[in-house]
């Protein structure tokens, strides 16, 4: 039984704040993650075939997303087979509990894996997990659970419940609901060709596959346990625990929410209970305020920022990284995450520019990886890819940068480290130091270039969200897996807030 207590101070000694090894850059052991990988190759992000499998993504930007259409169809669905239409989950968990959120899993490789040893440490004594966005890449199909579902999590003993994201949606969620929800397949609908957008996107639109039940079936059994299987009422529910609520939204492709699902977290709000919201999108990432729309006017930050509802936080996925945003809202304090980097590529950190959205100062803004993490990562992967070693900036030299280009103290200690020209250029070709007439290279080297830059040896930077719960303080506490054994021993904790509750 692991004390969460004992293990978070020798979590908080160990980070990447605190020393560069804790980052992984002095990796003298590969984890036991490598032992749980399947044999067989997963998908690659620089195959035109993921891409274009993946292009619901972009008819949905072209054409509209039908997201809100096709899930009132599935939570119609639900409801006709007798499901609870107020999409109630009880949780007998007692007034002190503990729970795992995990963002962006499903990639299926070793940056899935590497996030396994660690996530099984901590979570050892945890009454369930989370999953915030993106179950299965790079299509969410249902015949691709075994290896980045099942597999991974067959010894995480409690259940797992789920949010899906964009790329659980390119397969009209239909491997979502029949894994998470047990929903059998929605009735095709054949609306002809029409001379409209919608009509252009339903032409070119990539159609669920059919699920291979046999092979469902033998990939539930990696998670055949009866404390294992769970089934969930819809693509988005609440959670009730005797001192706090927890309410998951689907914010399908786009990232707008259809008029029921607006209608039925209004009213969930209403409870007096403390909440947590768990979307598949962020509500704060970078340096930007992205709200989910909701149908019928306003966004989901005017739910959660109304003092009737008391949210104390609100944790989103799809971005591959994490961060922490502290809003003052009035008196109160809102705690708004990103917790996407639990399995895919990591999108930089080093493009984001000092923060002060929402009021926020820089120096109490947290993310994962540090910056300087960041940039060197990313040098260290293209100087080897372009053969070209200049491009190369150590972690002491890429910290030295970001401090300069933030305009903030390194967040741990570092030599000082002179800034040449040529790491000026270094960092500007990846996005970390500004260009010459202002040129964007920073937001297509987050937009694109990362998509690009899938890599399975460490460090990886991922990272899970452990979260315990009193009748008095909800803590949330940010673990990093980089894929080395001595973080696999003791996974260190990258940062933690206490959040009261009373």
Not at 14 to 31: D, F, I, L, N
Not at 271 to 283: A, H, S
Not at 298 to 322: C, K
Not at 478 to 497: R, S
Request: charged fraction near 25%; include cysteine.
């Amino acid at each position: 039984m692991v004390d969460i207590g004992q293990a978070a101070e020798r979590g908080r000694e160990a980070s990447s704040r605190v020393s560069k090894e804790g980052a992984g850059w002095s990796c003298a052991q590969t984890g036991t993650f490598k032992d749980l990988l399947p044999s067989k190759e997963t998908f690659s992000w620089l195959n035109p075939r993921t891409i274009w499998r993946s292009r619901n993504e972009v008819l949905a930007i072209l054409f509209g997303d039908p997201s809100g259409q096709v899930r009132a169809r599935w939570v119609g669905s639900q409801r006709d087979r007798g499901v609870d239409p107020s999409f109630r989950i009880p949780m007998d968990v007692g007034p002190e509990f503990s729970f795992l959120v995990l963002g962006d899993t499903g990639e299926g490789d070793a940056s899935q894996y590497a996030v396994v040893p660690g996530m099984l440490k901590i979570g050892e004594d945890t009454a369930f997990a989370v999953v915030a966005s993106d179950v299965i890449y790079p299509t969410g199909s249902g015949n691709e659970y075994e290896d980045k579902f099942f597999r991974p999590y067959q010894d995480y003993r409690a259940p797992i419940y789920a949010i899906p994201g964009n790329h659980d949606w390119y397969d009209g969620l239909g491997g979502f609901m029949r894994v998470f929800c047990d929903a059998p397949a929605l009735a095709a609908e054949n609306e002809g060709f029409k001379l409209s957008p919608s009509g252009l996107r339903g032409l070119l639109w990539r159609k669920p596959e059919k699920i291979d039940e046999a092979r469902l079936a033998r990939a539930r059994e990696w998670r055949a346990r009866p404390e294992q299987r769970v089934v969930q009422p819809a693509p988005y529910w609440a959670m009730e625990t005797p001192g706090l609520l927890i309410v998951g939204v689907d914010t399908g492709i786009r990232g707008d929410i259809d008029r029921e699902q607006a209608e039925w977290l209004r009213t969930v709000s209403r409870d007096p209970r403390p909440k947590v919201l768990i979307t598949g999108k962020p509500i704060y990432t970078r340096n930007d305020h992205k709200p989910s729309k909701l149908a019928g006017g306003g966004t989901i930050d005017d739910i959660v920022t109304d003092p009737a509802h008391n949210y104390v936080a609100a944790i989103g996925g799809d971005v591959h990284n994490y961060q922490r945003f502290p809003i003052k809202v009035g008196e109160r304090t809102i705690q708004y995450l990103v917790a996407g980097g639990s399995g895919a590529f990591m999108h930089a950190t080093h493009t984001i520019p000092r923060v002060t959205v929402g009021g926020l100062d820089e120096d109490d803004y947290r993310c994962y990886p540090l910056r300087g993490d960041s940039l060197s990562f990313y040098s260290r992967l293209y100087s080897d890819r372009l053969r070209m070693r200049w491009l190369y900036l150590t972690p002491d030299e890429s910290a030295a940068l970001m401090s300069r280009r933030i305009g903030n103290t390194p967040v741990r200690d570092t030599p000082a480290v002179p800034i040449t020209r040529r790491m000026r250029w270094a960092a500007r070709i990846l996005g970390g130091w500004p260009m010459p007439l202002r040129l964007p290279v920073g937001r297509t080297f987050h937009r694109y270039l990362s998509e690009l830059s899938d890599w399975d040896t460490p460090p990886f930077f991922k990272s899970f969200l452990h979260i315990s719960v009193t009748p008095e303080v909800l803590t949330i506490r940010c673990f990093a897996a980089t894929g080395c054994l001595q973080q696999e021993i003791e996974p260190p904790i990258e940062d933690e807030i206490a959040i009261p509750l009373v």
